[in-house]
T-cell receptor
Framework: NAGVTQTPKFQVLKTGQSMTLQCAQD?????MSWYRQDPGMGLRLIHY???????DQGEVPNGYNVSRSTTEDFPLRLLSAAPSQTSVYFC?????????????????FGSGTQLSVL | KNEVEQSPQNLTAQEGEFITINCSYS?????LHWLQQHPGGGIVSLFM???GKKKHGRLIATINIQEKHSSLHITASHPRDSAVYIC??????????FGTGTSLTVIP
């Protein structure tokens, strides 16, 4: 198993550009999520999904779009990048028990994407 | 307002010392996770707690649901334990709230 694969590791964008951060897991996990990590702040939830075709907003969804067409993939799209979106982004997955994913013993994180928007 | 507060923010210890990191939260939760973030940035899940105590090697995690408090203990600390330790609480629903982390440095 590769676990959670997140790409790219580093990205520099200009204001207004769009891009997609890729996240894939090969563990058949129902729950997948995206977080951003900023200095002095805890990880904050952007969007999450409890299964293929089901997505919902987290704490900081503005400026980001997601879709979940398959169980394996959960891409995060920046529609028009802004300097405020400079951050480190993490994708995570969990086995879940339907909607009760929080009972899972482990969260599995991708290796992170360091994004700079100039 | 941060629903999850960790203390201390930074901690330096001598190798072999017993270490305690604390996490307090202000909302009702269904579970609490302790995570370890390595200097390279990768995040690893250490424990999930909904009650009581768990032990894995030199790591011990406890939770008191009534007091809304959890502790992570490291016995016989080692330089390889140097990392950021993050507390995360799971609300009933699908949302997590994370603490800002405790940066631990263990000196040989």
């Amino acid at each position: 198993n590769a676990g959670v694969t997140q790409t790219p590791k580093f990205q520099v964008l200009k204001t207004g550009q769009s891009m997609t951060l890729q996240c894939a897991q090969d563990m058949n996990h129902e729950y997948m999520s995206w977080y951003r990590q900023d200095p002095g702040m805890g990880l904050r939830l952007i969007h999450y999904s409890v299964g293929a075709g089901i997505t919902d907003q987290g704490e900081v969804p503005n400026g980001y779009n997601v879709s979940r067409s398959t169980t394996e993939d959960f891409p995060l799209r920046l529609l028009s990048a802004a300097p405020s979106q400079t951050s480190v982004y993490f994708c995570a997955s969990s086995p879940g028990l339907g909607a009760s994913w929080w009972g899972s013993e482990k969260l599995f994180f991708g290796s992170g994407t360091q994004l700079s928007v100039l | 307002k941060n629903e999850v507060e960790q203390s201390p923010q930074n901690l330096t210890a001598q190798e072999g010392e017993f270490i305690t990191i604390n996490c307090s939260y202000s909302v009702g939760i269904s579970a609490l996770h302790w995570l370890q973030q390595h200097p390279g940035g990768g995040i690893v899940s250490l424990f999930m707690l909904s009650s009581g105590k768990k032990k894995h090697g030199r790591l011990i995690a406890t939770i008191n649901i009534q007091e809304k408090h959890s502790s992570l203990h490291i016995t016989a600390s080692h330089p390889r334990d140097s990392a950021v330790y993050i507390c995360a609480v799971a609300l009933t629903g699908n949302q997590f709230y994370f603490g800002t982390g405790t940066s631990l440095t263990v000196i040989p």
